[in-house]
């Protein structure tokens, strides 16, 4: 091969369905010139025939960010206007990325779309993402930086404060995932957080409508709850926290009564499934019937670092709905994954496995 045919081959060895614009934005060379040298891979009996796009099953796609964490925990209480003595780390993060990676782990196909800068932290988060996912579907924008999320954590571990520096998400519009239509067409299901613009947002329900694919949407803070549409019955499943209800039902959820009339209003919205969870409390599950699950407490002793906690059970939840799992086992496989990530300093834990889960699942469900 000449050294476009390779650049191109690998291109489409990484995303078989990618498109030949995607492609010609990629090598910086005209879509004619990569149409020919698609000819030429396919003469070289690189690629079978013209139809190289292949629909490849079960491809989970997620939209959304992916960031550059930054941790830094308390050595002791927080003294506010004064240093305080801390420590600090950095890994990859993102709602979306996260729950890719937690996928990936998982034994699933998984695509990424998200928006990064032409910089270091993208190449970072590339680096270690790649392994588990495909992210030859991030949209590079110059004069953008990749996005960050910085936690500060008191002597607990518990987030105190979260600084986001999320402005690139804005760029991540309709237009970019129109050029990205082959690969949501395959896609059997599609997650997407709502760092998302809520045109973004909007644009995924009617896709997801039309094509019949089933959406998963996660919240992701108070404050962007307003990025929902008000009508939402393409979402098979909502993942959302109480605070985030109250917020959108601008009601108080501090009763039983309360929380699960905020479950009624998600489904008269035409959600098909909620999953709230109420802090490190209480699983919610509507759909349209409604059970409660309690949450094991861990004693702080062992909490090592929260962070991703709950895109560990976002993403085993999905995981265990996506193959076909009942409510039950669905909670239990979040929970499960959750429980142990908190234990873990990995945003995501390193030894997640399916086998790995189950039989942590098992030991989860016997240790109630």
Same mark, same amino acid.
């Not at 369905?17 to 010139?33: P, T």
């Not at 139809?51 to 308390?74: F, Q």
């Not at 924008?141 to 008191?154: C, F, K, M, P």
């Given at each position: 091969?000449?050294?476009?045919?390779?650049?191109?081959?690998?291109?489409?060895?990484?995303?078989?369905?990618?498109?030949?614009?995607?492609?010609?934005?990629?090598?910086?060379?005209?879509?004619?010139?990569?149409?020919?040298?698609?000819?030429?891979?396919?003469?070289?009996?690189?690629?079978?025939?013209?139809?190289?796009?292949?629909?490849?099953?079960?491809?989970?796609?997620?939209?959304?960010?992916?960031?550059?964490?930054?941790?830094?925990?308390?050595?002791?209480?927080?003294?506010?206007?004064?240093?305080?003595?801390?420590?600090?780390?950095?890994?990859?993060?993102? /709602? @979306?990325?996260?729950?890719? +990676?937690? =996928?990936?782990?998982?034994?699933?196909? *998984?695509?990424?779309?998200? &928006?990064?800068?032409?910089?270091?932290?993208?190449?970072?988060?590339?680096?270690?993402?790649?392994?588990?996912?495909?992210?030859?579907?991030?949209?590079?924008?110059?004069?953008?930086?990749?996005?960050?999320?910085?936690?500060?954590?008191?002597?607990?571990?518990?987030?105190?404060?979260?600084?986001?520096?999320?402005?690139?998400?804005?760029?991540?519009?309709?237009?970019?995932?129109?050029?990205?239509?082959?690969?949501?067409?395959?896609?059997?299901?599609?997650?997407?957080?709502?760092?998302?613009?809520?045109?973004?947002?909007?644009?995924?329900?009617?896709?997801?409508?039309?094509?019949?694919?089933?959406?998963?949407?996660?919240? /992701? @803070?108070?404050?962007?709850? +307003?990025? =929902?549409?008000?009508?939402?019955?393409? *979402?098979?499943?909502?993942? &959302?926290?109480?605070?985030?209800?109250?917020?959108?039902?601008?009601?108080?959820?501090?009763?039983?009564?309360?929380?699960?009339?905020?479950?009624?209003?998600?489904?008269?919205?035409?959600?098909?499934?909620?999953?709230?969870?109420?802090?490190?409390?209480?699983?919610?599950?509507?759909?349209?019937?409604?059970?409660?699950?309690?949450?094991?407490?861990?004693?702080?002793?062992?909490?090592?670092?929260?962070?991703?906690?709950?895109?560990?059970?976002?993403?085993?939840?999905?995981?265990?709905?996506?193959?076909?799992?009942?409510?039950?086992?669905?909670?239990?496989?979040?929970?499960?994954?959750?429980?142990?990530?908190?234990?873990?300093?990995?945003?995501?834990?390193?030894?997640?496995?399916?086998?790995?889960?189950?039989?942590?699942?098992?030991?989860?469900?016997?240790?109630?």
């Amino acid at each position: 091969m000449t050294d476009n045919e390779k650049l191109i081959f690998e291109l489409i060895q990484a995303n078989p369905f990618i498109s030949q614009q995607s492609l010609s934005e990629k090598v910086g060379l005209s879509r004619s010139a990569v149409a020919n040298i698609i000819s030429s891979l396919i003469r070289k009996n690189y690629l079978l025939g013209k139809a190289y796009v292949v629909k490849r099953l079960g491809t989970i796609v997620c939209i959304g960010a992916a960031n550059v964490d930054k941790k830094i925990k308390t050595n002791g209480q927080l003294k506010q206007y004064t240093s305080n003595p801390v420590t600090s780390t950095t890994s990859i993060g993102g /709602v @979306s990325r996260n729950v890719a +990676e937690n =996928l990936g782990r998982l034994g699933n196909q *998984v695509s990424l779309i998200s &928006v990064s800068g032409n910089d270091s932290e993208w190449a970072y988060i590339k680096e270690l993402s790649s392994p588990f996912m495909d992210v030859t579907s991030v949209v590079m924008i110059e004069g953008q930086s990749t996005g960050t999320y910085t936690a500060l954590l008191d002597e607990e571990g518990e987030m105190y404060l979260g600084l986001a520096d999320m402005s690139i998400y804005d760029c991540l519009t309709p237009e970019v995932l129109s050029k990205q239509s082959t690969l949501l067409q395959h896609a059997k299901c599609i997650v997407v957080d709502l760092n998302c613009p809520k045109e973004t947002i909007e644009y995924l329900c009617s896709f997801a409508q039309r094509h019949h694919t089933k959406l998963v949407v996660i919240t /992701v @803070s108070e404050p962007k709850m +307003e990025r =929902l549409p008000k009508q939402l019955s393409a *979402v098979d499943c909502l993942i &959302v926290n109480k605070g985030e209800s109250a917020a959108y039902f601008n009601m108080t959820l501090d009763t039983k009564e309360q929380i699960e009339l905020a479950m009624d209003k998600w489904l008269e919205l035409g959600v098909k499934r909620v999953v709230l969870t109420a802090g490190g409390h209480d699983i919610i599950v509507a759909s349209p019937q409604k059970k409660w699950y309690k949450v094991k407490p861990l004693d702080n002793q062992f909490i090592v670092d929260v962070t991703g906690a709950g895109d560990a059970f976002s993403a085993a939840y999905i995981d265990a709905w996506y193959h076909g799992m009942d409510d039950e086992e669905c909670v239990l496989a979040g929970m499960t994954n959750a429980y142990h990530t908190i234990q873990s300093e990995y945003t995501v834990r390193q030894n997640v496995t399916k086998t790995q889960l189950k039989k942590e699942m098992k030991e989860y469900r016997n240790n109630e």
